[in-house]
C-alpha cells in the first residue's frame, strides 16, 4: 500500500528531495512507510534487502545514502541490544541457531546475532562446558545429545504441551491428606499446578517447586539439603540422600533423561542417586516420560521397570514395549 501524498511529502522532505520525480516515487513510498510507520527494526533490515533491486532504478544518490545511513543506526542499534541483553536470553539465542543449522561458523553466529566477538567466545564457553556444544575450528557444532544434561532453562522450555498432558494424567494420582516424592525435573516441575487445591506433603530438591508448592495454603513443603547444581534448580549430594531418607512418601513423581526395552536412565550421578532414593523410600513410582526419550539409553542406570508403577507418557509406545511392561507389572498410560 502506498502512502498518502501528506506523508509522502513529509517523507520527502525528511530525505532532502526538493524536486521528487514521479518515476521514483511508487518505490519511495515503499520506503517511506516503513519509516514513517516505524515497523519492528528486524523487519526494516529484512524489507531493505528484499528491495535492492531499486538500484537499477534511476533514483537520485540522497535515497541511496539516507537509507544506508538508517540500516547502519540499525545494526548499530541492535549491536547495542544484543550487547546488554541478559545472558540467559543471548545464550538461548545462540543455542538456537546452533540447532537449527547443527554446524555453524562463528563469524555467522556473530553476524546473525549482532555480538563482539569477545562476548561470542565467552558464550560458546559455557554452552560447551555445559556439554551443549562442541566447538571446532572456525565454528561449532550440536553435541551428542546421548550422556549430557540439559540446563533447566533450556529444558523448560521444550515440549511444553507434552508436558501438560502427562502431567493432567499424573493429577490423577494427586489424593488428599497425602506424602509424596517430587524430583527436579521440568516435567514434574508441571505437575505442582495441581497441588493448588488440595492438602499434601511434598519432599523435593527441586527450588522451583520449592517456591511454587510453598504458594499453597495446605500444602506443606519439605526441601532436601546439599549443593544446588549448576545450571539448574537441583539440591543434590550426600546431604539430600540422607533427607530423603527420613521419609516414607505414597508416591515419588520422576522423569528421567532416557529409556529403552531394559531400563531407565539418567545423565547425571547426582541426579540419579536421589531419585533412587525417593524410589526406595516410595510405595509407588510414576515415571514422566514424553516419547522423544525413548530408545535413549544414558550413561547412569535410575532403575529398572519393577520399580515402576506407572509409566505416563504422551504417545502410544510400540506393541513390544508394552508387552515387556505388562511383564514387569508396570503400567503404561498415555
Known sequence: MLLSSYKLRIAEEKLGLT????NYRPILSQYAQITMMMIDDICICGYLKRFNFVQNCSLPVEIYKTL????????IKKKSEAETMLESERLDLIFSAIQK??????????KNLFVSQATLRRDLLKLEKNGLIVRIRGGVSLASKGNREIPYYIREEERLNEKEYMCKIASEYVE??????MDSSSTVNRLCDHFWDKRAVIITNCLNNAIILGSYMHVDVYITGGGVKKNSSSVVGEVGREYISNFNAEIAFISCRGLDMDGVYEASFAQARIKQ???NNSKRVVLLCDDSKFGSRQLINLTSYDNVDVLITNAKPSQSFLERMKGFGCEVRW
Not at 524536486?19 to 514521479?22: E, S
Not at 554446524?103 to 553466529?109: F, P
Open 277 to 279: 532414593h525417593m524410589i
Open 176 to 181: 488428599e491428606n497425602n506424602s509424596y516424592f
Open 68 to 75: 544506508a545511513c538508517f540500516r547502519k543506526l540499525i545494526i
Open 101 to 110: 543449522k547443527q554446524i555453524i561458523s562463528n563469524e555467522e553466529l556473530r
Open 19 to 22: 524536486q521528487p520525480d514521479d
